[in-house]
């Protein structure tokens, strides 16, 4: 039996060993869970605290069994494609760019006010575009540094071509293709553009390869370097950089002045999925006050619920200025994804 089989046989025996019951009207006692869980994916390290804060809580609450998997937003499309019928993931926990990408492709079940009644609590925009998901919290992509390592403090995307950084940056890679392309989308904003002038930053760009210690395709890479000070300065996604910041007095957020870009994470259900009304229950769930509270309060994340307050010790590890964040083009930069992705595989990772 394989490591994979051998956990999910575990947590159905353990599930069922531990499942609620529900009376029903004729005074039945009737097991609440369905026999197959839900299949629900996050990013690894720090989303791990899902399972326990999302998944077992809403087992708890009688709705039903949830199976966890870590995987990446490009990878999860790609087996979504591949098995539109039977889909390897219920839900998908994805970038807003891949999200609308896959509402694009049909691959997605398209969601409204009445499928999710918590909408109604949630911030503008928390609702993908087309309905294709739902944003369960906000993260964005900021910069992380060492303070030891880059002389004045980090506070422009221009930052990364200093002298003093040379060797020791990192960059992203695939899988990370959307980050790639929200990267690329905040360098054009320091130039004076924006996503449509991406093209004509290439070359910028590619005078950074010099500067890189290495490219990563796993964020927890990022913090680990760091961490190892093999490393001085790279993109990062804020809720890992406040988790790090958190432990390393060395390590600093640069938040730079042009503004980053707000990455919602959106919940989305695939439409093949036999658990459809499961699916929406968990979405729905997802976005209660005190589960939004639990989640922003392990990982500095921005809740998706406007109703929500954190205590100080864990909101002063989120972005503080709500200016710094910006929006751009969802629609037009998941259309341009992919071939950015391949033109930075070529030109600047190659």
């Not at 937003?73 to 219920?90: C, E, H, T, V």
């Not at 899988?175 to 290439?202: H, W, Y």
């Not at 002063?316 to 083009?329: C, H, M, N, T, V």
Request: charged letters at 25%; aromatic letters at 8%.
């Amino acid at each position: 039996m394989n490591a994979v089989t051998s956990r999910r046989r575990f947590l159905q025996t353990t599930a069922l060993g531990g499942m609620a019951a529900a009376v029903g009207s004729s005074g039945w006692i009737a097991p609440a869970f369905a026999a197959d869980p839900l299949r629900v994916t996050h990013y690894g390290g720090p989303y791990r605290a899902l399972e326990k804060l999302v998944g077992q809580t809403f087992e708890k609450a009688g709705h039903g069994r949830v199976e966890y998997e870590q995987d990446q937003p490009g990878l999860i499309i790609s087996k979504w494609k591949a098995q539109p019928d039977d889909p390897i993931y219920d839900i998908g926990f994805l970038t807003r760019d891949p999200t609308v990408r896959a509402g694009n492709a049909g691959l997605v079940e398209i969601l409204s006010d009445a499928d999710i009644p918590l909408l109604k609590e949630c911030r503008p925009g928390t609702l993908a575009p087309g309905g294709a998901g739902v944003a369960m919290v906000f993260d964005a992509v900021d910069v992380v540094y060492n303070k030891d390592g880059v002389g004045n403090p980090v506070d422009s995307w221009l930052d990364l071509w200093r002298p003093e950084v040379r060797g020791k940056l990192m960059l992203p890679a695939a899988p990370l293709n959307s980050m790639i392309a929200v990267v690329l989308c905040s360098i054009a904003r320091a130039m004076g553009g924006d996503e449509k002038t991406v093209d004509k930053i290439f070359p910028k760009v590619a005078e950074l390869k010099p500067h890189v210690r290495s490219f990563f395709g796993d964020p927890n890479q990022v913090t680990q370097l760091m961490e190892r000070k093999e490393v001085v300065i790279a993109p990062q996604y804020s809720a890992r950089i406040g988790l790090a910041i958190s432990k390393n007095a060395f390590l600093a957020r640069g938040t730079p002045k042009e503004g980053v870009p707000s990455q919602p994470y959106d919940l989305a259900i695939a439409k093949g999925s036999k658990r459809m009304k499961l699916a929406k229950t968990y979405v729905n769930y997802t976005l209660r006050q005190d589960v939004q509270k639990a989640i922003c309060s392990a990982i500095p994340l921005t809740p998706a619920n406007k109703n929500v307050e954190l205590d100080a010790e864990f909101a002063k590890l989120i972005i503080q200025d709500p200016s710094r964040l910006f929006e751009y083009d969802y629609a037009y930069v998941a259309s341009r994804q992919a071939e950015w992705a391949d033109r930075w595989a070529r030109e600047i990772a190659g």
